[in-house]
T-cell receptor
């Protein structure tokens, strides 16, 4: 199975600033996904990132707030822009590998 | 929206079998049933999946009813480390770009 790492593992940020989260996979994958998990809630899909094309965002998520890069088949970044306390969540990267989905350990973000 | 219904919580004694039910009455013919679990503050972990036949691996067994409208995940000998939120998901991961959509899951508490 694919092994996924994320950086940073956690961060505390001030409102109005931006944070870029990195996701690295140990093998080449076509599809990568970004999820958000708000405190006490389930996972919500933010966007799908296919290498070489623009990310596809789910309803309620926009590129200006959550820009995503996918420069190659093993790496992606998610930026949380102009943060507010409501953005405090765990952000998870996921990949599809041989028809299964695998998840990174998550980035715990606290916005003060 | 998630297409499954699960009880919000269940308890199980250590060493006993944990049977977690899931209803997916609107499942279509080409959708699989996937089970993931999320141990506190970690990324979701794949457990097992199936289409219509019962499946077993080193972690669990999956029993799917003949009409495919419900399924049961069985952890044969639950341990304290099996305490987690368990998600039942129906999806067509064989369709490129299809991401898993999570419902609220079942919180399983295993006690000694």
């Amino acid at each position: 199975s694919a092994v996924i790492s994320q950086k940073p593992s956690r961060d505390i940020c001030q409102r109005g600033t931006s944070l870029t989260i990195q996701c690295q996979v140990d093998s080449q994958v076509t599809m990568m996904f970004w999820y958000r998990q708000q405190p006490g809630q389930s996972l919500t899909l933010i966007a799908t990132a296919n290498q070489g094309s623009e990310a596809t965002y789910e309803s309620g998520f926009v590129i200006d707030k959550f820009p995503i890069s996918r420069p190659n088949l093993t790496f992606s970044t998610l930026t949380v822009s102009n943060m507010s306390p409501e953005d405090s969540s765990i952000y998870l990267c996921s990949v599809e590998d041989r028809l299964l989905q695998y998840f990174g350990p998550g980035t715990r973000l606290t916005v003060t | 929206d998630a297409k499954t219904t699960q009880p919000p919580s269940m308890d199980c004694a250590e060493g006993r079998a944990a049977n977690l039910p899931c209803n997916h009455s609107t499942i279509s013919g080409n959708e699989y049933v996937y089970w993931y679990r999320q141990i506190h503050s970690q990324g979701p972990q794949y457990i097992i999946h199936g289409l219509k036949n019962n499946e077993t691996n080193e972690m669990a067994s999956l029993i799917i009813t003949e009409d495919r409208k419900s399924s049961t995940l069985i952890l044969p000998h639950a341990t304290l480390r099996d305490t987690a939120v368990y998600y039942c998901i129906v999806s067509r991961l064989n369709q490129a770009g299809t991401a898993l959509i999570f419902g609220k899951g079942t919180t399983l508490s295993v006690s000694s």
